[in-house]
């Protein structure tokens, strides 16, 4: 078990990481103080596989648990569920001194995050996140959303859990696709930040996809670390720090938006928006063309996607087009000067743009 301390000013807590640790939680969570009754908001899914020793784990330790559940999907990253949700705790909370447990994905976890931030002007809460996506990006750091109809997290908060608790164990029962969803933010960590790290990524992609426990630990472990080095430098992005971590995010997001949302999951999109990304860079002279190759060959090591298919180069540029950043003329890409470094910059032409998406089509 490996315990990695957000010093953050105001607001520090720990990011546990280990395998099997889930029945240590109590233990923890008493010497925190915060409370004796848990509000757990999870999803079916996760619950059948993973509620019982959650569960029996806090109640062994003295806890009252009371478990909400929202359906699977991004769907429920909605106002309309976060208030049911609060109605729903503010009726039990009565007599007691609840805290919240976002046990899920990014979902839940920005979720269950919000509502804590919302209610009597924000409860303490503790992220125990299921997915690799949430447990090396989506639960460090704060942010917490839910969405409305016409874009994602537009009503959120930027609220700091108490602990962050990942647990690899709870990872093997995602889907394969989960997995690399996952492992495409990994391989953003190591390009913006640790080269180093980068070559442990493409040394042990056989045994990550394998969800080899100590792998898994060591890659959660050292994406925690970074995140929280960007995080606690910026913590409520006013600095232009946490700008790093949208490496492959300004195309990958136009591309998540061209697909609707169903042909790519995030990490997929990003993992396009990288190759992307470091194609500019190449072309802006940034990095050489075996940087983008030794990117290229690890994405593809990962099993994650080539090439664009199923959406239109014309839908990309378009979206990204009505970005409001890029109608005001001053478009702002985070580009790579080789494996472990980055870099801002502004105003990358159309036609640059165009030519790299095209490269990957
Ligand atoms: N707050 C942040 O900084 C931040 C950063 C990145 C992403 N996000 C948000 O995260 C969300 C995406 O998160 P995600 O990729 O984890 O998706 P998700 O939460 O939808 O989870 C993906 C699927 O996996 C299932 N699942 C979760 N854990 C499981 C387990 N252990 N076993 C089996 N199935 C399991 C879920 O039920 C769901 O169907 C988006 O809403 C995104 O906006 C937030
Ligand atoms: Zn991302």
């Given at each position: 078990m490996r315990s990695i301390p957000v010093p953050l000013e105001a607001n520090a807590y720990d990011i546990v990481v280990g395998s099997h640790i889930l029945s240590k939680l109590g233990a923890k969570l008493k010497n925190l103080k915060i409370g004796k009754d848990a509000v757990i908001i999870t999803n079916p899914a996760i619950r059948k596989y993973h509620g019982k020793a959650l569960i029996s784990g806090l109640k062994k330790s003295g806890f009252s648990v009371k478990i909400l559940e929202v359906?699977?999907?991004?769907?429920?990253?909605?106002?309309?569920?976060?208030?049911?949700?609060?109605?729903?705790?503010?009726?039990?909370?009565?007599?007691?001194?609840?805290?919240?447990?976002?046990?899920?994905?990014?979902?839940?976890?920005?979720?269950?995050?919000?509502?804590?931030?919302?209610?009597k002007r924000g409860i303490p809460y503790v992220q125990v996140p299921t997915t690799l996506l949430a447990q090396v990006d989506s639960a460090i750091g704060g942010k917490v959303a839910v969405d409305l109809a016409f874009g994602k997290n537009l009503i959120g908060a930027f609220y700091q859990p108490r602990l962050v608790w990942s647990d690899v164990s709870l990872l093997s029962t995602l889907t394969g696709r989960q997995v690399r969803n996952g492992l495409a933010e990994v391989v953003k960590y190591g390009v913006i930040r640790d080269a180093k790290f980068f070559k442990y990524v493409n040394k042990n992609c056989k045994k990550l996809l394998a969800l080899d426990p100590k792998s898994l630990v060591h890659v959660v472990e050292h994406s925690s670390r970074?995140?929280?080095?960007?995080?606690?430098?910026d913590e409520r992005e006013t600095r232009g720090i946490r700008t790093v971590l949208n490496f492959g995010h300004t195309i990958g997001h136009a591309i998540e938006t061209a697909g609707k949302y169903n042909q790519y999951h995030h990490g997929e999109a990003v993992a396009l928006g990288m190759r992307v990304a470091a194609h500019i860079s190449y072309q802006k002279k940034m990095c050489r063309l075996t940087d983008v190759a030794v990117l290229d060959d690890m994405l593809s090591s990962l099993a994650l996607?080539?090439?664009?298919?199923?959406?239109?180069v014309s839908d990309i540029l378009r979206i990204m087009k009505h970005d409001k950043k890029f109608l005001s003329g001053c478009n702002r890409f985070v580009l790579m000067s080789g494996i472990g470094k980055v870099k801002v910059l502004e105003n990358i032409s159309l036609a640059v743009i165009e030519k790299a998406i095209k490269a990957y089509q």
């Amino acid at each position: 078990m490996r315990s990695i301390p957000v010093p953050l000013e105001a607001n520090a807590y720990d990011i546990v990481v280990g395998s099997h640790i889930l029945s240590k939680l109590g233990a923890k969570l008493k010497n925190l103080k915060i409370g004796k009754d848990a509000v757990i908001i999870t999803n079916p899914a996760i619950r059948k596989y993973h509620g019982k020793a959650l569960i029996s784990g806090l109640k062994k330790s003295g806890f009252s648990v009371k478990i909400l559940e929202v359906p699977a999907g991004e769907r429920s990253k909605s106002a309309k569920v976060a208030f049911r949700l609060i109605e729903q705790i503010a009726r039990y909370d009565e007599l007691k001194k609840v805290f919240i447990i976002a046990f899920g994905g990014g979902v839940v976890g920005d979720l269950a995050g919000y509502v804590a931030a919302a209610y009597k002007r924000g409860i303490p809460y503790v992220q125990v996140p299921t997915t690799l996506l949430a447990q090396v990006d989506s639960a460090i750091g704060g942010k917490v959303a839910v969405d409305l109809a016409f874009g994602k997290n537009l009503i959120g908060a930027f609220y700091q859990p108490r602990l962050v608790w990942s647990d690899v164990s709870l990872l093997s029962t995602l889907t394969g696709r989960q997995v690399r969803n996952g492992l495409a933010e990994v391989v953003k960590y190591g390009v913006i930040r640790d080269a180093k790290f980068f070559k442990y990524v493409n040394k042990n992609c056989k045994k990550l996809l394998a969800l080899d426990p100590k792998s898994l630990v060591h890659v959660v472990e050292h994406s925690s670390r970074i995140k929280r080095d960007v995080v606690v430098a910026d913590e409520r992005e006013t600095r232009g720090i946490r700008t790093v971590l949208n490496f492959g995010h300004t195309i990958g997001h136009a591309i998540e938006t061209a697909g609707k949302y169903n042909q790519y999951h995030h990490g997929e999109a990003v993992a396009l928006g990288m190759r992307v990304a470091a194609h500019i860079s190449y072309q802006k002279k940034m990095c050489r063309l075996t940087d983008v190759a030794v990117l290229d060959d690890m994405l593809s090591s990962l099993a994650l996607p080539q090439r664009i298919s199923n959406v239109k180069v014309s839908d990309i540029l378009r979206i990204m087009k009505h970005d409001k950043k890029f109608l005001s003329g001053c478009n702002r890409f985070v580009l790579m000067s080789g494996i472990g470094k980055v870099k801002v910059l502004e105003n990358i032409s159309l036609a640059v743009i165009e030519k790299a998406i095209k490269a990957y089509q």
